[in-house]
């Protein structure tokens, strides 16, 4: 996989799934999802202009992709899907909570994570689920993709006004909650309003399962954004998160320093397992 979708130089670089590779014991290859789990997300217009793609080109201001990117797309939402059938962390790129239903955005071509959900719904019986993405950037793909439905709350957590400019505290609905935080947060702040926004809005949701856009491009370190989240802050957000529903899966998104991420991955680990 990690082959496959060369962005060159670029933040989002087969590079990030290498350390992780190198740091992680025991990991488990998955394989690809299906154009029928992906198409549940996206219009079938859409996942052929990524098929078709037939060398380097740039799909939107920040997201390249190359012939291998379809192949590699599918992967990365086989391992999301993977990951809800073993309740366990997928280590996939390219991320995906960017994806819109019919173009790409942000580094990402299909949302993962949305994929997976819809996945469980179909084919695990699961009927709620609960979606809470701690990335730093909003997720609007995810949020476009289940804005109508309401099997499914969205909840994101992120930096803003900031990239991709969505994500506002008046952009809501009843199973969409967007919590939007100053740059500078940090641990305490994300605690604060996990304890009084996330789990009273999740717990009256209450959902059969759980799932984790873990991005960890809100570490003080990282290189894209503003934000103070440390090692242990991401492992708490980890074990609050996975005792919000009784199944919990974890799908990788941001991060971008290659020195933290490995150790920021094995704190969120550690937490998804306390929880």
Do not use: K
Not at 122 to 128: D, Q
Not at 156 to 171: A, I, N, T, V
């Amino acid at each position: 996989m990690q082959r496959l979708h060369p962005t060159g130089p670029h933040p989002e670089s087969a590079e990030r799934l290498r350390v992780l590779l190198e740091s992680v014991e025991g990991w488990q290859e998955s394989g690809p999802a299906s154009e029928q789990d992906v198409a549940r997300c996206h219009d079938p217009a859409y996942i052929e202009r990524i098929r078709e793609i037939a060398g380097p080109t740039w799909l939107d201001p920040d997201t390249v992709a190359s012939e291998t990117s379809y192949e590699g797309a599918l992967l990365s939402a086989g391992a999301a899907i993977e990951a809800v059938r073993r309740e366990g962390f997928a280590l996939n790129r390219p991320p995906g909570h960017h994806a819109l239903p019919a173009r790409s955005m942000g580094f990402c071509l299909f949302g993962n994570v949305a994929i997976a959900a819809r996945y469980a719904q179909a084919e695990l019986g699961v009927e709620r689920v609960a979606i809470v993405d701690w990335d730093v950037h909003h997720g609007n793909g995810t949020q476009a993709i289940f804005w109508d439905d309401q099997s499914v709350l969205f909840v994101s957590l992120h930096q803003w006004p900031f990239y991709p400019g969505s994500g506002g505290p008046d952009e809501q609905n009843e199973t969409t909650l967007n919590v939007p935080l100053p740059a500078g947060s940090g641990d305490a702040d994300y605690a604060a309003v996990f304890s009084t926004v996330v789990e009273p809005a999740v717990g009256r949701f209450d959902p059969d399962l759980v799932l984790v856009s873990a991005g960890f491009d809100a570490h003080q370190d990282d290189p894209l954004a503003m934000m103070e989240v440390t090692e242990d802050g991401f492992r708490e957000l980890a074990r609050r998160s996975a005792a919000l529903a009784p199944r919990a899966a974890a799908v990788l998104e941001g991060g971008y320093n290659l020195e933290t991420l490995p150790r920021l991955v094995h704190a969120a680990v550690e937490g998804f397992s306390a929880g």
